[in-house]
């Protein structure tokens, strides 16, 4: 148990349908991330949020959309993706932008996502 | 560009120790982290070097030497639940913002 938990654990959908991935950390943390990890492919940067601010934003297509509403959740709105865009989703949490700080980044468990 | 290479696969015996070297190309180095995946699970952190030199945390140690761009992952008395993807991890600043870049990790086997 890292502390931060993600739901759905696995989520099948099609390539019309809308829904959102959930993030919260209990860690008092003040960044957010998604990433996504592919069979046999790095983990990839999604996005960073760093105090409620979008940071970072990898060349995401626009099909991907984020929202941080606070410092404790993190959402990832899905729609109209593609079946490529199968991979498990991870949202990690650090304890923000502070100069030197080792910010260490604690994950989710991910969400495993088939998209038909 | 920015670039982490480790090996695809190891295997080891119980009770032996293994190396797992990651090598790293940056333009912005400002740390390099190591975390254990088990298949299913969240990463998670194992160790972290941001100067030259050996950190010991228990069975596990990691090297960093900054100048060749290199690191490795020692683990001791290999057990079996040590059985695990090893996910070396660079932290890059040359944008300005932090930035972290992964390797494809290293699938661990250990055999009894």
């Known amino acids: 148990e890292t502390g931060v938990t993600q739901t759905p654990r696995h989520l099948v959908m099609g390539m019309t349908n809308k829904k959102s991935l959930k993030c919260e950390q209990h860690l008092g943390h003040n960044a957010m991330y998604w990433y996504k990890q592919s069979a046999k492919k790095p983990l990839e940067l999604m996005f960073v949020y760093s105090l409620e601010e979008r940071v970072e934003n990898n060349s995401v297509p626009s099909r991907f959309s984020p929202e941080c509403p606070n410092s404790s959740h993190l959402f990832l709105h899905l729609h109209t993706l593609q079946p490529e865009d199968s991979a498990l989703y991870l949202c990690?949490?650090?304890?923000?932008?502070?100069?030197?700080?080792?910010?260490?980044?604690?994950f989710g468990p991910g969400t495993r996502l088939l998209v038909l | 560009g920015q670039n982490i290479d480790q090996p695809t696969e190891m295997t080891a015996t119980e009770g032996a120790i293994v190396q797992i070297n990651c090598t790293y190309q940056t333009s912005g180095f400002n740390g390099l982290f190591w975390y254990q995946q088990h298949a299913g699970e969240a990463p998670t952190f194992l160790s972290y070097?941001?100067?030259?030199g050996l950190e010991e945390k228990g069975r596990f140690s990691s090297f960093l030497s900054r100048s060749k761009g290199y690191s490795y992952l020692l683990l001791k008395e290999l057990q079996m639940k040590d059985s695990a993807s090893y996910l070396c991890?660079?932290?890059?600043?040359?944008?300005?913002?932090?930035?972290?870049?992964f390797g494809t990790g290293t699938r661990l086997k250990v055999l009894a």
């Open positions: 070097n941001v100067l030259d």
């Open positions: 991890a660079v932290r890059d600043q040359a944008s300005g913002t932090y930035k972290y870049i």
């Open positions: 990690a949490s650090s304890q923000g932008w502070t100069s030197g700080g080792q910010e260490t980044q604690y």
